[in-house]
């Protein structure tokens, strides 16, 4: 009984500890009193392309609990695979080109037609029963082959692995066709690369999910390279701003690979890519063949079943440019199309969904707020005339975003966006599977489900102004920003 006293009573005494020293590291993250449209701090070059990080610690991405990351693959550019240990969810901006993920434990579902013989069996199969009949032809001891057998016996094996490596090509798991508007979800120790072949750049954005409870690490990003390197290191990383960064084969001795991958100890140092200054993005000389499907023209929809549900085949791409498929669509104002775990099951494990925006000049996103999320927008094309306001009732952020620009807008805070370009799209990360919307004005906003005693007596304004307040709207996401000329105009500094 003393015994379990003592360990409740330490076990409530660490419980303290782990509070207060979190509650120590990160006081007050979300007390923001102003909100900057962000742009990378740090650019990584390599090869065939480079690498662009915003600056995790910066308050509005601190509060997010988010780090954000440009990849930009030239053509004939391949992002080698690595991994990270939080959850990814990325948006291809521009171009096409393909991706592979690799997911323990699952097999190699691509594979080349050479790979099975017409007798039923693979290249595996047929090298060992070469084997056994050299095997048994050395045990008989019958004939010329079976002498042979036994004076050359090395060469023997190697000839068969010749065999093998002529009749056996290749097998691997899931490759897919990505294009422009194909939202990405991987997770956590998933190993992911990319290869541009079209002939304009490959832009992807992601952000990582810090603050996941997948994320046992701490509030770091931190990338784990399976081949390549960064000869820059992870500036980002108080302390390692001047060590350059190796793949995770480098660590291990030479030798240690060599019996693991049973190769020679020379090829195993070639693995560690010690004398290879390219980066992490490389360029591809000659073909790159790989087995790949053909080409998706449109998405067919899927019933979810029992092999959909498996982590080995789940789908993990979604397409949202096509505003046949939006949520919300006006022809003269524009499209927008949300991406949650109804419409991609892995979602619901990542706890992260996506929102696609699309809007003609002069149209106006009405004000709303994330009821159970952070949102992280990412401007790709046009530029916009963005307000939010903090819990606080004050203006955090009053100005243009542009293309390539960042801006972190915390769970609760209220935006409006306002094309001021022929067209605005953006792209919106939120930090919850199935992320909630609560508008301010519209036909299905927090003000038209209030009684109009309530509008009233609240604002101070007679009955006949509380109904032109609740009922003039009639729209319920895209409107036409007509309206006072003030609009946009910065506001009065305070005497």
């Known amino acids: 009984m003393a ?20 509650a120590q590291q990160f006081p007050n993250e979300c007390q923001l009193d102003q909100l900057n449209a962000l742009e990378p701090s740090h650019v990584l070059k390599a090869e065939a392309g480079r690498i662009e990080v915003w600056d995790h610690h910066a308050p509005q991405l601190r509060c997010s609990g988010v780090s954000f990351v440009r990849y930009i693959i030239e053509s004939k550019g391949l992002y080698l695979p690595s991994f990270f240990s939080t959850a990814k969810l990325s948006f291809v901006a521009k171009g096409k080109g393909l991706m592979g993920r690799v997911v323990p434990g699952c097999a190699e579902t691509f594979q080349d037609s050479s790979v099975f013989q017409p007798g039923g069996g693979s290249p595996f199969e047929e090298g060992q029963g070469q084997g056994q009949q050299g095997q048994q032809g050395q045990g008989q001891g019958q004939g010329q082959q079976g002498q042979q057998g036994q004076g050359h016996q090395g060469q023997q094996g190697q000839g068969q692995q010749r065999q093998m490596g002529q009749g056996f090509r290749d097998m691997h798991q899931k490759v897919e066709h990505i ?3 194909d939202t990405i979800a991987t997770h956590p120790g998933v190993a992911q690369w990319f290869y541009n072949d079209g002939n304009q750049p490959l832009v992807i954005v992601s952000v990582l999910d810090l603050a996941s409870h997948q994320n ?8 784990f390279y399976l081949a390549g390197n960064n000869p820059q290191g992870q500036v980002w990383i108080e302390g390692r701003e001047q060590q350059p960064q190796k793949n995770i084969l480098n660590g291990f001795s030479p030798e240690v690979i060599a019996q693991a991958f049973k190769i020679d100890v020379r090829t195993a140092q070639q693995l560690q890519n010690q004398q290879d200054n390219r980066g992490n993005i490389v360029r591809v000389q000659g073909p790159f063949s790989v087995i790949r499907p053909p080409l998706r023209s449109q998405r067919p929809q899927e019933e979810v079943n029992g092999l959909e549900e498996t982590i080995c085949s789940a789908r993990c791409t979604d397409n949202l440019d096509d505003p046949s498929n939006a949520d919300v669509y006006k022809p003269q104002l524009g499209y927008i199309s949300i991406l949650n ?6 979602l619901r494990v990542l706890r992260l969904s996506a929102l696609r925006g699309s809007i003609r000049q002069n149209a106006m996103v009405l004000p709303q707020w994330n009821a159970n999320a952070n949102a992280i927008l990412y401007v790709t094309d046009g530029e916009a005339h963005v307000q939010v306001v903090n819990d606080n009732g004050d203006r955090v952020f009053d100005g243009q975003v542009s293309q390539g620009q960042l801006l972190a807008i915390p769970q609760g805070f209220s935006v409006v966006k306002r094309a001021t370009s022929e ?10 599977a199935n992320a909630q919307i609560n508008t301010l004005a519209g036909r299905t906003s927090v003000l038209r489900g209030l009684p109009l005693e309530v509008i009233s007596n609240g604002y101070q304004i007679s009955l006949e102004e509380a109904r032109r307040v609740k009922f003039n709207t009639v729209e319920t996401t895209l409107t036409h920003s007509s309206g006072p000329a003030s609009y946009g105009r910065p506001r009065k500094a305070d005497a």
């Open 179 to 181: 294009r422009t508007g």
């Open 423 to 432: 067209q605005f799209r953006w792209i919106e990360f939120k930090t919850n």
């Open 341 to 346: 775990s109804y419409d991609l099951p892995i």
């Open 216 to 223: 046992q690490l701490d509030r770091n990003p931190r990338p």
């Open 3 to 22: 015994r379990l006293s003592s360990l409740l009573s330490f076990s409530l005494a660490l419980l303290i500890f782990l509070h207060g020293s979190t």
